[in-house]
């Protein structure tokens, strides 16, 4: 069975840090590409960082130079790195792994709630 698990939500002041992780099954990690995305409360979930399986990264504009995105294969764990948070950075975040065979698969994690507020 195929699992993602996010971890390392919470609150943070603006200017904080905070590190989110996504356990993944072994099963899928290796042959995916990993990203991270977000969803406020009536808006489209939205693309916030992807690493491939060789270790490419890309981010939305509004993180970069913010957020560091990583992945340790021997862990089968993703990372999000997130420094310099503000406010409009608060919602939920969800780890999503795809990958193609065939068809294209992919597989979403349960959430972490980040928000920051002073």
């Known amino acids: 069975q195929v699992q993602l698990v996010e971890s390392g939500g919470g609150l943070v002041q603006p200017g904080g840090s905070l590190r989110l992780s996504c356990a993944a099954s072994?099963?899928?990690?290796?042959?995916?590409?990993m990203g991270w995305y977000r969803q406020a409360p009536g808006k489209q979930r939205e693309l916030v960082a992807i690493i491939t399986t060789r270790g490419s990264t890309n981010y939305t504009d509004s993180v970069k130079g913010r957020f560091t995105i990583s992945r340790d294969n021997a862990k089968n764990t993703l990372y999000l790195q997130m420094n310099s948070l503000k406010p409009e950075d608060t919602t939920v975040y969800y780890c999503?792994?795809?990958?193609?065979?065939?068809?294209?698969?992919?597989?979403w994690g349960q959430g972490t709630q980040v928000t920051v507020s002073s």
């Open positions: 072994r099963s899928i990690f290796s042959r995916s590409a």
């Open positions: 999503n792994a795809k990958y193609t065979l065939a068809v294209v698969l992919q597989y």
